[in-house]
């Protein structure tokens, strides 16, 4: 199985970007599909997850600004994010898991600078 994320970049304070995490192999639609960032001397946190039946939850510091989403067709997650702050910088990792089961892709680099 392997995660592969796209869609991180440089934006100013306020912008937007949307990640993208593609999920090849035996990725089923009963796993939970999350995104997860680590900031530089951080521990990594999480940021949002989706179900399978599309439940979400959000980390206090992201709500109301960045909404995950997925696409259980095209083995697929999204995390749309507006209103974009400089604490946000981070290498932003997708996850998948299930059971036992916990696969990560190798991190977006996002940075919010102006």
């Known amino acids: 199985v392997q995660l592969v994320e796209s869609g991180g970049g440089l934006v100013q304070p306020g912008g937007s970007l949307r990640l993208s995490c593609a999920a090849s192999?035996?990725?089923?639609?009963?796993?939970?599909l999350g995104w997860y960032r680590q900031a530089p001397g951080k521990q990594r946190e999480l940021v949002a997850h989706?179900?399978?039946?599309?439940?979400?939850n959000y980390a206090d510091s992201v709500k109301g600004r960045f909404t995950i989403s997925r696409d259980n067709g095209k083995n697929k997650v999204y995390l749309q994010m507006n209103s974009l702050k400089p604490d946000d910088t981070a290498v932003y990792y997708c996850?998948?898991?299930?059971?036992?089961?916990?696969?990560w892709g190798q991190g977006t680099q996002v940075t919010v600078s102006s």
């Open positions: 996850h998948a898991g299930f059971s036992v089961y916990s696969y």
């Open positions: 989706i179900t399978s039946g599309g439940g979400t």
């Open positions: 192999g035996s990725i089923s639609n009963t796993f939970v």
